[in-house]
């Protein structure tokens, strides 16, 4: 997962100044469910729905990369999913282990059907009938998900660090790193915010890319500012992980689909990538080079390029 830069950006375009900005919280509704979602001032074009990772708030999302997206003329929004951020935590259910909750199937909170219509009640409060639809890590597949389920509402898919949605339980396996997952797993922190703050760092740690410095100072400055429970949450984490689907197929999936993975990723091997784009008819892979679990400063302007590539060919085939 990255991480937003610490300080207020200003892009400048021409004679004109884009400042960060996003509009005040606000709340969607699926049934009982609230979903925390803001929207990217000062921006404007093609929709373009941002969700983010396993347990993790939309302030995940790096502010450079969301310059970028504007940039590329997309009007850019991003929600918490259920059980992280803003958004409502479910209630306790019978496993607080995420690897548990994956493996062992045992997902009794709630369905991934779930999750994809939350990412719809986002649209239809945003008014969007239909939008690009950008997932990192967990919300990769979540986004491949809303795609199959929700087609109609989809314009293009773009899968970043994430799993094929097909697979489940034990075939998760062969695509897992499982080394830092375990020893975040068995790594103790305190409660309340010091904990939160630790949590949150010993993630941004782990995921970084080894070919791009991490900077430490700057990931401490954002996450101290913007606290967040969900990386050591392991509760919300198991029932995110857990729901199980019961959907379409991935290759039946039919809207342009850019599929991005760092090689170096620690947590997903390349060939879960891989997996992704060979399940989906005319997907796009982008293999990035010394690339971790993130979305490192360097790459926005190439990532941005190649989602605004993927909304064109959506374009050319409406």
Not at 68 to 93: C, K, L, N, W
Request: contains cysteine; charged residues 20%; proline residues 7%.
């Amino acid at each position: 997962m990255g991480y937003p830069e610490p300080r207020t950006l200003i892009a400048v375009t021409g004679d004109e100044a884009m400042t960060d900005a996003w509009t005040p919280t606000m709340h969607a509704c699926n049934g009982t469910v609230s979903l925390a979602y803001d929207r990217r001032t000062q921006s404007s074009g093609e929709p373009l729905l941002l969700i983010m990772g396993l347990g993790t708030s939309r302030f995940w999302w790096p502010t450079g990369l969301v310059d970028a997206f504007v940039q590329q003329g997309f009007d850019v929004a991003r929600y918490d999913q259920r059980d992280a951020g803003g958004s409502t935590r479910m209630p306790t259910t019978s496993t607080s282990n995420p690897f548990s909750a994956l493996f062992g199937k045992m997902g009794d909170a709630y369905s991934s059907e779930d999750m994809t219509d939350d990412a719809v009640a986002v649209l239809d409060a945003l008014g969007w009938r239909r939008a690009h639809v950008f997932g990192h890590s967990l919300g990769g597949v979540v986004a491949q998900r809303i795609a199959l389920r929700h087609p109609d509402r989809v314009l293009s898919l773009v899968s970043s660090a994430a799993l094929p949605s097909d697979v489940s339980g034990v075939g998760v396996a062969r695509y897992l790193r499982p080394g830092l997952l375990a020893k975040l797993a068995r790594t103790k922190f305190p409660e309340g915010r010091e904990g939160d703050i630790a949590a949150s760092l010993a993630v941004a740690r782990g995921v970084a890319s080894p070919r791009y410095p991490f900077d430490e100072q700057a990931a401490r400055e954002w996450i101290e500012r913007e606290v967040d429970s969900g990386p050591r949450d392991t509760q919300a984490q198991s029932r995110q992980i857990g729901a199980q689907w019961h959907g379409p197929r991935l290759d039946t999936l039919d809207v342009p689909a850019l599929v991005l993975h760092g090689d170096a990723d620690p947590i997903l091997r390349t060939s879960a990538g891989r997996a992704t784009a060979r399940a989906i008819h005319g997907s796009r892979l982008v293999t990035f080079p010394g690339v971790g679990h993130d979305l490192p400063e360097p790459l926005w302007p190439t990532i941005a390029r190649e989602v605004g590539a993927i909304a064109a060919a959506a374009r050319r085939v409406s």
